[in-house]
């Protein structure tokens, strides 16, 4: 019987070998790699004024500063949440001259002027807004992390449809929304509840609204 082990050690050999060619070739040298990142600009500053909860506050921060960072690391209203950052899960809906958005998707010095609210600014414990009273009422939240983002997005939701403004579910567009379970569940489906407190949310709101749950 022939000896192939001499065969394929030599070839286990020649395709390491080429397997670290490859990579060699790949990679840039440390040096040559690092001159070729550019260096970290230094921060641009901007001042402006926002009128948050009813105080105008006076800021001086770096101009790609997140309104939600704004609110959370620089003016410590921690009630707005930060959840996923990327404006998919409602975590961080705050209420900007009476329009809910999410706070996390907008830099700070674009609001110059404007007046935030934020679940702060909402109630107090000693007096809370009607939508916090019924969440609490209803059972709407469990761990509590989204219900910051959900009142001030059911708050300015339901402002919508007092307003008129049609939603994607609204079955004519030139008539006065429905205040039905299912233009509430389109109106509040970017406010994602991980807990599954949807159908109580839904009763709190709706009592809220003037109807019974």
């Given at each position: 019987m022939n000896d192939f082990s001499d065969i394929n050690q030599a070839r286990r050999d020649l395709l390491i070998a080429g397997a670290l060619s490859a990579t060699a070739a790949a990679v840039p040298p440390l040096a040559s790699a690092q001159q070729a990142m550019p260096p970290n600009p230094d921060p641009i500053m901007a001042r402006y004024a926002i009128q948050i909860n009813g105080k105008t506050e006076h800021l001086s921060l770096d101009t790609r500063t997140t309104l939600l960072d704004a609110l959370r690391e620089h003016l410590h209203l921690t009630g707005t949440k930060k959840g996923c950052d990327h404006g998919q899960c409602g975590a961080c809906t705050v209420i900007v001259d009476g329009r809910r958005i999410n706070s996390c998707l907008t830099l700070a010095v674009m609001h110059e002027g404007a007046k935030v609210t934020t679940i702060e600014?909402?109630?107090?414990?000693?007096?809370?807004?009607?939508?916090?009273?019924?969440?609490?009422?209803?059972?709407?939240?469990?761990?509590?992390?989204?219900?910051?983002?959900?009142?001030?997005?059911?708050?300015?939701?339901?402002?919508?449809?007092?307003?008129?403004?049609?939603?994607?579910?609204?079955?004519?567009?030139?008539?006065?929304?429905?205040?039905?379970?299912?233009?509430?569940?389109?109106?509040?489906?970017?406010?994602?509840?991980?807990?599954?407190?949807?159908?109580?949310?839904?009763?709190?709101?709706?009592?809220?609204?003037?109807?019974?749950?």
């Amino acid at each position: 019987m022939n000896d192939f082990s001499d065969i394929n050690q030599a070839r286990r050999d020649l395709l390491i070998a080429g397997a670290l060619s490859a990579t060699a070739a790949a990679v840039p040298p440390l040096a040559s790699a690092q001159q070729a990142m550019p260096p970290n600009p230094d921060p641009i500053m901007a001042r402006y004024a926002i009128q948050i909860n009813g105080k105008t506050e006076h800021l001086s921060l770096d101009t790609r500063t997140t309104l939600l960072d704004a609110l959370r690391e620089h003016l410590h209203l921690t009630g707005t949440k930060k959840g996923c950052d990327h404006g998919q899960c409602g975590a961080c809906t705050v209420i900007v001259d009476g329009r809910r958005i999410n706070s996390c998707l907008t830099l700070a010095v674009m609001h110059e002027g404007a007046k935030v609210t934020t679940i702060e600014g909402l109630g107090s414990q000693d007096k809370l807004h009607p939508m916090q009273a019924a969440f609490i009422k209803h059972d709407g939240y469990q761990c509590g992390y989204c219900t910051p983002g959900q009142i001030c997005s059911a708050v300015s939701a339901l402002d919508e449809i007092k307003q008129g403004i049609p939603s994607h579910v609204s079955a004519d567009l030139n008539a006065k929304p429905l205040l039905s379970a299912e233009e509430l569940r389109e109106r509040m489906s970017g406010n994602i509840c991980r807990c599954g407190a949807y159908s109580n949310i839904i009763d709190a709101i709706t009592e809220v609204a003037g109807r019974p749950a």
